[in-house]
């Protein structure tokens, strides 16, 4: 279907009428911003699909040509009505009015918004080329290997390995220490030999030692007093006691010896008779003493008799005198003359009687009496006693006349004398009768007195001759009589007593001489016994002897033990001499010492050695009887089993995705519905095969991905520039009208889609529009206010020997003047890539920029200067066709060899080169993993924000190598970061693939890799062997040194820090 | 009058000092199990039998745990022969270097054969029993690259039985373990070479050819089928006997159970276990007292291969006792397939049509075109992800395997039969 005439009379935004007559391939719609360019669009698409009109009314007519012929479409109004040949005719089979929009196509559809459009295509597109089945959802319902699993499990198996090194290790330090047992049991053998030897030794040291103290201690017995066996601990007490009593004895003896001298002496200081028992001559000497004092006393009787009448002559005197004195002054005068003559005559009655020798004439006393009666008789002042004292001096006085009366008489006083003169008158007659007959008897016991004092006087004769035998004065009275016997009986009682006491003194003193005699006789035992002299009092010899003693019994004790020990220490030495097979007989004591300390030394070694081999006897049973390393080994296997298993499970798992991976790309290669193909095609040659197209899957659901076959890259609609955006959805929307089309095939309004591109791109898109619509009948409406398109649009065809386009200057259509003139519309000659003329391929490469070779970026991006082997004009056709890099040169190359660029030769090595640079890469990187990206760090869920800088900064400081990275974090070369944190970013970077512990290989182990794949690809290549060897080493010279040095000495190109 | 016989008994590779994996804790102590309770039985087995002699084939000991644990082991079987009047030879394997001369050297009354690689030839029997010769060779160090037939071994005497008593690498030239090729161990002309090395037991054969012994017992999942001692009964006028003896405590065996297409439900399948595990052990007839170690593949068609997987997956794998064998199951593998006619899918240009073409390509092992390619995508691809290399074989056979599940996923996934 095509559009040959337009005629436009009405339509809402435009205010006037106009014509256009397209051609039948692309039409350039040229004019300026709201000349009206997609007025016309719209008014095709009211005319085609009616329901997507405004509803306003409009006048459009369209003569168009199909199959069938002209066929007329008119709108008058709001329905189109069709008619051919003039007659009215059915609409044509369109497609649905919804997609509609497939055949306008604007640059802001295609640039703006989420493309839902295209979504819903992509989506549809999948399901029909997968019947049904979802290979997407599939993949992710496969299992995926858990690299955290197989971490876990090669971290177990380094522990059971681990252990059972140790446990290895151990058992070969026993078995080494096991070589040892026999020397360590002949060493402990020894050793014990030693202890006895150095036991025997010491026992010998011993015995020498109590051989020497046992004659030391003979020696200092020997040295003691023979005496001192007999020593006793109190003998110096014993002999002080004995001393003592012999003292106190001998001063007893001496003391008893002078008091019996004294008792002697005095026994015969004290006169006895000479003849007769004492006692009984003082018996009989007492019995005339008792009778001189009978006759004594019977004389003093008469006496006192004789005095009683003198006193009572004299108190009747008395009274007489006091009588007389009361009654006569004189008298009185007289009285007391009396009494001083009474008193001298006492006196001289004293003198007479001590001069007769105890008896007295009696007349002096009874003149005294009388004298004494005068006195009494006068009354006195003063009472009886003083009367008596005067009727005493009046007797006495009586005696000597009147000296008694005239004291009497001065006694009184004259006036009292006078008081009782009268009374005493009285009474003096009544005395002076009283003093008669007193005077009377006193003159007869005067009579009897004297009788008595004759008596007495016989008795005292006989006394007296008594007296004599006993040395003693003859007694004057009976109370010397009696004094005297008392003195006899004193002196005999005393004689009897001293002779007792004499006879007492002599025994004790015996006794006293006995007793020290006999202490003297035990101290002299004493002595004898301590082997001392008996001398005199001197205690040293045998304080001597008692201090010793305890020394000397310590002597002996130290003698008995040093014997004990002697004995003891004997039979030890013959005990550990046998045992030790020395001599028992006689020690051997030269170098003694020096043999013990030898023997001490290797006996030291005893313990260490005794321990040494029950330690090693010990572990040596308990390794035999154990199941340690049978344990670990079988620990160790069962890791091992586990990893493997993991291994195998991964493996599988892996081949799966594989397959699957394989499986999607195979079946939409082969079996991608034309829509895709040919959406791939036109976009191959609208990038001259840089990218291709691919049905793929993002967050959004189903979408295309663009793989750039320069950087070997799938990337997203949202990834690309705006230009190749707009040139992926044209060609899926140009591919898809294919598909969609049953029938007629409606015109394709491009809207300004090719402002973005490059020129070399645009004219690649506009000849490839261009030819699909030729090939298809498609006619093409580009709509432009640019002039300079319509020149790219006209030099694209040219180039392409397509027919020019036809220009439809809508401005001119509308009268409104030219768009442009002709001279802006001319071809524009596109930029010429130099040839090589004389250059050397060194030489040409520099001066085309061929970039160098990363294997990291896999083999789409190499340059195809290092396939074409050195033929410098296929080298430069390839860039004239834009075939730069690897992966576009895989997808042009059947078009270039169709059209002629590359011969069939040329085809067969460019595909084979392309073949080895695809093994070249796998074989490449085994062992070299690719440098860490930032993004493989960001994408780290285990790191936090705050850790992300950080690793990264270290992962700089490392070359980003991922396998340093580790290592600098093991051994915290990031502070703070947990184990279980660094096991994940390990688990990370595995999974990732930036971990490859295998060794990289050589250049010919790398070229025969790549080799054996490519041949097992290709059988044909088999004859080419040397060629592939020669350019897998000219693909290992094209990389940089740094990476085939250091593949991480810098981050892969395009995502490291630098991009 | 009973025909005098001469019997020796060989045992093959017993690597005593390791212990059984896998076994399945309840089942107590895994040395009950292990080469230890093997070389035990053995010897019983050796002095009730009234043997002559015992010939060990190498590898006494693993060399890993040769210092202690295995020597305690080995002893007081050595002495119970000695006791029974049974002498015990041995060749040293590569396991055994260092480890047997030293246990010879100890007093152990074991008679080393051959040592320091040499041939070595001693004869058991005689008197009234025919005499019987046995000649050995053992390994001087771990690792002998050259044939022990490098040095001729005592020339064969038609007129005297003799046995070659070798640890070696059969046919597997440039091996580090005495590689020797079967051919000319059978032109020696003796009349039987007892191996040691591999552990997988050979076929007894009738004639000189080598054969291996096998393993004593089953040392780890891997080592399937009946191992044992071999009894050699040797009559006079008689042709030799050899006899296997299954005294070996464990044994292994990888059973793949073909499931039934409607299987489905974890019931179903554990009594298909049970039944079909029941009866292929009570075919093996095992000795008593030992066990039986499985590793399942569930294989087959069936109608819905991932209910069959979910349904493995809780399998109670209690080890059953029968006639008195323990018999567990120590793994099971779901490898069942979706009842799909392959040849007719890979008609379709669908993705299980491309898929079912994978899958007859690496099944088929044609060394076509199509085929090579894809074995290469599928190395570069395992390369590039997980740096695994595998051999064309391993790949082809590892690839159908993952094809045919992929297969059976997809065809799930779409519903499709």
Known sequence: MRIDRLDIRSLPGLDDRFTLEPGPGVNLLLGPNASGKSSVARAVRDLLWPSLADGQARWLRAVMHDAGGEL????????????????????????????????????????????AFDRDLAAAIRREMTGGIDLDKLADELDKPQVRRRNELEQALRATRDRSAEVTRRQGDLARRRADLDQLRADVASARAAGRRAEA?????????????????????????????????????????????????????????????????????LVLPQAG???????????????????????????????????????????????????????????????????????????????????????????????????????????????????????????????????RARRSTTESARRQRDAAAERLRALQARLETHSAELARSEAL????????????????????????????????????????????????????????????????SAEATQAEAARGALLARLGLPAQADDEAPVARLVDALEPWRRTVADHKAASAVLRERAERWRSLAEAAGLDPTAPDLADLEARIDAARVEEQRLQDLVGALTNLERDLAEAEAGHDLAAALAAEAEAQADLEAWNDDALAQRLEAALLADLHRRHETLSAPEDVRRADDLLGAFTRGRYGLKLGRDAKGSTFLVRDRETAADLGLDTLSDG????????VRLAFLAGIEAGARPPLFLDETLTTSDPARMAAIASTVAAAARATGRQVFYLTSQPADVGAWRAALAGADLPPPRVLDLAAARRQGAAATESELAPVAPAAIPGPGSDDPATYGRRLGVAAFDPHAGWEPLDTFHLAGGDLGLVHRLREAGAVRAGVLAAVLPRLAEAGLVSDGQRRRLELALAVARAFIPAWSAGRPRPATIADIDTCEALSDTMRPRALALLGELAWNAHRFLDALDNNGIARLQRKIIDDVRVHLAERGLLDARAPLDADALAASVVLNVTALNADARTSLEDMRALVHHLLGAIPRAIADDPSSRPSSGSGPSA | MATPVTRILFVGDMHLGTRPTRLPAVLGDPDRYGPAAAWERTVTAAVERGVQAVALAGDVVNRRNALFEAARALRPGLERLAAAGIATFAVAGNHDTRALPGLVTDGVPLHLLGRGGTWEAVTVGGDDRPAVRLVGWSFPQDRWTESPLATPPPAADRALPTFGLLHADLDAA?????????????????????????????????????????????????????????????????????????????????????CPPQLRTAGDLQEFIYREVSARAAALAPAPDTALGLRVVLGGAVDDPAAVAAAAATIDRTPLRQDGVEIFVERIACRVRIAADLEALAQGTDPAGLLARHVLLLENGAADPAGSALLAELMDGLRTAAAIDLDETMLRQRGAAAARRLLDRLLGAGGRP
């Not at chain 1, 003896?253 to 001298?261: F, N, S, T």
């Not at chain 2, 191996?195 to 050979?202: A, S």
């Not at chain 2, 054969?205 to 050699?232: I, K, M, N």
Request: net charge negative; proline share 6%.
């Open chain 1, 72 to 115: 007329v479409v008119t709108c008058d109004g709001r329905e189109p009505a069709w008619s051919r040949g003039g007659a009215a005719a059915p609409r044509p089979s369109l497609p649905d009015a919804h997609l509609a929009p497939c055949y306008r196509v604007t640059a802001a559809d295609l640039l703006g918004g989420d493309h």
């Open chain 1, 201 to 269: 030794l010491r026992a010998a040291r011993d015995l020498a030692q109590a051989v020497q103290a046992s004659r030391d201690a003979e020696a200092a017995l020997q040295a003691c007093d023979a005496v001192m066996p007999a020593v006793n601990a109190n003998d110096l007490q014993t002999y002080r006691e004995l001393g003592t009593r012999l003292a106190a004895k001998r001063e007893l003896a001496e003391r008893l010896e002078a008091q019996r001298r004294q008792l002697a002496d005095e026994l015969a200081g």
């Open chain 1, 277 to 407: 028992d004492p006692t009984t001559l003082l018996a009989r000497l007492a019995g005339l003493v008792r009778d001189f004092k009978g006759a004594e006393a019977a004389a003093q009787a008469a006496a006192d008799h004789r005095a009683s009448a003198a006193r009572l002559a004299g108190a009747a005197a008395d009274a007489a005198l006091a009588a007389a004195a009361d009654a006569d002054p004189q008298a009185l005068a007289r009285i007391e003359r009396l009494l001083l003559e009474t008193d001298a005559a006492l006196g001289a009655l004293e003198e007479a009687r001590q001069e007769a020798g105890g008896g007295g004439p009696a007349l002096p006393w009874l003149i005294g009496a009388a004298v004494l009666a005068v006195a009494a008789a006068m009354p006195l002042p003063g009472g009886v006693p003083a009367r008596a004292a005067a009727a005493v001096a009046a007797i006495v006085l009586g005696a000597v006349g009147t000296r008694g009366l005239t004291a």
């Open chain 2, 174 to 258: 440039g091996s580090p373990y005495a590689p020797v090729a079967s051919s000319a161990l059978a032109a020696v002309g003796y009349d039987r070479w007892c191996l040691g090395h591999i552990h997988t037991p050979g076929a007894l054969p009738q004639d000189g050819r080598p054969f291996y012994l096998g393993s004593l017992s089953s040392l780890d999942p891997t080592e399937t089928g009946e191992h044992g001692p071999v009894l050699a009964t040797v009559t006079a006028g008689d042709p030799i006997r050899l006899e296997r003896l299954p005294v070996a405590p464990l044994r292994w065996e990888h059973w793949t159970l073909a």
């Open chain 1, 724 to 731: 190749t955006r707009m040139q992926v959805l044209l060609a």
């Open chain 1, 449 to 512: 007195a004297a009788q008595k004092q004759s008596d007495r006087d016989a008795a005292r004769g006989r006394v007296a001759e008594a007296c004599a035998a006993w040395g003693e004065d003859p007694p004057r009275t009976g109370a010397e009589a009696e004094a005297m016997l008392g003195a006899l009986t004193a002196r005999v009682e005393r004689a009897v007593a001293r002779r007792a006491q004499l006879a007492q003194v002599t025994a004790d003193r015996e006794a006293a």
